[in-house]
């Protein structure tokens, strides 16, 4: 009897081992290196109204800031902070993303981070995943400028926001 429990035992662990050892796979079970999913160029990188702003954002700020559109918080906040666990912190924050960033010219250094809200940012999940990323950057400490998306956008008006927000 107690060699069939040992036997077991062991039966167990080689299946767990196996598992753990197994090649990594996607949500459809199949490997990483499987081409199944297509993919094609998209025809424009900002949509008609980020593409305004960032016009607008490039005269209010463009001589003394880069202006980097659709950037993700892991590119702008690091989640290596001492006593939290690493790779969850990174995951909690890859895939989310602002609009756009200003970084100084002379380190690339993330100074502001910009948001432009539509309707959309009404909506319940987007008010929760605004107010968490708010939260991630203000803990961060950049500060987070939202630009209401009226249709037009006045350069020297986004120039005076951009140098309060700064300021502070």
């Known amino acids: 009897m107690d060699n069939l429990l040992i036997f077991g035992g062991l039966l167990v662990l080689a299946v767990l081992a196996f598992k753990f050892f197994q090649k ?3 949500d459809e079970g ?5 081409k199944g999913y297509q993919y094609k160029k998209k025809d ?12 607008a954002l490039i005269e209010a700020a463009g001589k ?5 559109p659709q950037a993700h918080l892991s590119s702008i906040v690091d989640n290596k902070v001492i006593g939290q666990n690493w790779n969850a912190a990174f995951r909690h924050i890859n895939g989310k993303s602002v609009d756009f960033v200003l970084c100084d010219k002379s380190y690339i250094a993330p100074r502001l981070a910009i948001e432009l809200d539509d309707r959309t940012h009404q909506r ?6 605004d107010g968490e990323v708010e939260r991630i950057l203000n ?3 950049l500060p987070l400028l939202r630009l209401d998306n009226r249709g037009n956008f006045n ?5 005076q926001q951009i ?3 700064l300021a502070k």
Request: charge should be negative; charged fraction near 30%.
């Open 24 to 26: 990594p796979q996607d």
């Open 30 to 34: 199949g490997d990483f290196v499987k």
């Open 44 to 55: 424009f990188f900002l949509t008609r109204a980020e593409h305004q702003c960032y016009d």
């Open 64 to 68: 003394d800031y880069y202006i980097f």
């Open 124 to 129: 319940m999940d987007r008010l929760a995943r």
């Open 139 to 141: 803990q961060a400490g």
């Open 155 to 159: 350069p020297t008006e986004i120039s």
């Open 163 to 165: 140098k309060a927000y």
